[in-house]
């Protein structure tokens, strides 16, 4: 596809399950991002790849919350033992670059519910 | 602290009725100011980025200008299409990738 691809769209979890989200970068792009947005909030950071190097999860909110990108294609977000404070979407975007130019490619998002 | 404020949080409009939208920045060394656009249920759409006081960017019915302190993204005779949510970011000053997003301007323009 043409841009960045997420999956699920939407994912319900029962408090304490784990969840993986998945996101499939625009084909070439060096540079992939997570981010977290709640309802009503901007965008917040949570971990940067350039290729399949993690340069950056400062983000992360806990060790709960895990990023891999082990080809430099494709990412995956893993969360362990989710709470409700982990409902949000969370938004991966990918860049050509190292990003710096703040030209962000964004998917749609993956809306995750913690009931 | 908050190193972007975005205002209004909601801002309403008559399709045709000019305004602007704020982004108060604090973070000092400023290494660009960039504009998004977001439509509901989907991910932010970039639109401008902004370097220097004095610099401006247009994009059809929108300019952004940029200040010492604070953007401006003007919309001239908004049509209903331009609704969104408009978001400011910058980069913190230890990183040049991150981006350290505001909340938001909630714009919504009627018929």
């Known amino acids: 596809g043409a841009g960045v691809s997420q999956s699920p769209r939407y994912k319900v979890a029962k408090r304490g399950q784990d969840v993986a989200l998945r996101c499939d970068p625009i084909?070439?792009?060096?540079?992939l991002f997570w981010y977290q947005q709640a309802l009503g909030q901007g965008p917040e950071f949570l971990t940067y790849?350039?290729?399949?190097?993690?340069?950056?999860k400062s983000g992360l909110p806990s060790d709960r919350f895990f990023a891999e990108r082990p080809e430099g294609s494709v990412s995956t977000l893993k969360i362990q033992r989710t709470q409700q404070e982990d409902s949000a979407v969370y938004l991966c975007?990918?860049?050509?670059?190292?990003?710096?130019?703040?030209?962000?490619?964004f998917g749609e998002g993956s809306r995750l519910t913690v009931l | 602290e908050d190193q972007v404020t975005q205002s209004p949080e909601a801002l309403r409009l008559q399709e045709g009725e000019s305004s602007s939208l704020n982004c108060s920045y604090t973070?000092?060394?400023?290494?660009?100011l960039f504009w998004y656009r977001q439509d509901p249920g989907k991910g932010p759409e970039f639109l401008f980025t902004?370097?220097?006081a004095g610099e401006e960017k247009e994009k059809e019915r929108l300019k952004a200008t940029l200040t010492k302190k604070e953007s401006f993204l003007h919309i001239t005779a908004p049509k209903p299409e331009d609704s969104a949510t408009y978001l400011c970011?910058?980069?913190?000053?230890?990183?040049?990738?991150?981006?350290?997003f505001g909340k938001g301007t909630s714009l919504l323009v009627t018929p």
């Open positions: 902004l370097y220097s």
């Open positions: 790849f350039q290729n399949e190097a993690q340069l950056d």
């Open positions: 973070v000092s060394g400023l290494r660009g």
């Open positions: 975007a990918s860049s050509s670059g190292t990003g710096e130019t703040g030209e962000l490619f």
């Open positions: 084909s070439g792009h060096v540079s």
């Open positions: 970011a910058v980069p913190p000053p230890s990183s040049g990738y991150a981006l350290n």
